[in-house]
């Protein structure tokens, strides 16, 4: 597609829920990741993916966040168990070679209540 | 480790002023640097980066940027402001010296621009 889609654009879990978000990349961009932005702060690096494989998942918080890119392009992040404070807007980004710059999508604001 | 500085939370400006938005880097290789911009509830926007070659790199909007080594420095400029430049901007930086793609953001300036 022309660009990055995100869905839902909002959810609201009740504490303990799961959740699953799903990113939609560029058609051919290899590379994806997905940030955390809390209000008022920038974008938390959470994990990257180069096609199918994930290459790093040193920002997942816990054992409850948990991402996956199957086929190398649509990507879902899952959190188990929601707590407060993984409320927050989930991003997801994706490029083509290693010297581009993101190309980001709207974004799934998450409310955990 | 990488990590990034935005000493101003905020910066007003007048229109048809110039305007700076200040960015500081850490990084233990080759910095990859990036300008980001945010609109309210969208996603970040790409502006400019700079990997390599003239310190000097221009980039969407009539937005440049000086990569300054000896200051750790990625400063944002605009000859002349806009009331539409009105957002919030993130500067980010990685380590192009090693395979690692994540992006460490700072924590973002916000540019008001004034009629």
């Known amino acids: 597609g022309a660009g990055v889609s995100q869905s839902p654009r909002y959810k609201v879990a009740k504490r303990g829920q799961d959740v699953a978000l799903r990113c939609d990349p560029i058609s051919g961009h290899v590379s994806l990741f997905w940030y955390q932005q809390a209000l008022g702060q920038g974008p938390e690096f959470l994990t990257y993916?180069?096609?199918?494989?994930?290459?790093?998942k040193s920002g997942l918080p816990s054992d409850r966040f948990f991402a996956e890119r199957p086929e190398g392009s649509v990507s879902t992040l899952k959190i188990q168990r929601t707590q407060q404070e993984d409320s927050a807007v989930y991003l997801c980004?994706?490029?083509?070679?290693?010297?581009?710059?993101?190309?980001f999508g709207s974004g799934t604001r998450l409310t955990v209540v | 480790a990488q990590s990034v500085a935005q000493p101003e939370d905020q910066v007003n400006v007048a229109e048809g002023n110039p305007l700076t938005v200040k960015c500081t880097y850490s990084v233990s290789g080759n910095p990859y640097l990036f300008w980001y911009v945010q609109y309210p509830n969208r996603g970040l926007q790409f502006l400019l980066k700079y990997i390599t070659g003239d310190n000097l790199v221009k980039g969407s909007y009539g937005f440049e940027a000086e990569f300054n080594k000896s200051q750790t420095s990625f400063h944002l400029k605009k000859p002349s402001a806009l009331v539409s430049d009105s957002a919030l901007y993130f500067c980010a930086v990685r380590d192009g010296s090693t395979g690692r793609r994540a992006l460490t953001f700072g924590s973002g300036t916000r540019l008001q621009v004034q009629p």
């Open positions: 980004a994706s490029s083509s070679t290693p010297r581009d710059g993101y190309t």
């Open positions: 993916f180069q096609n199918e494989a994930q290459l790093d």
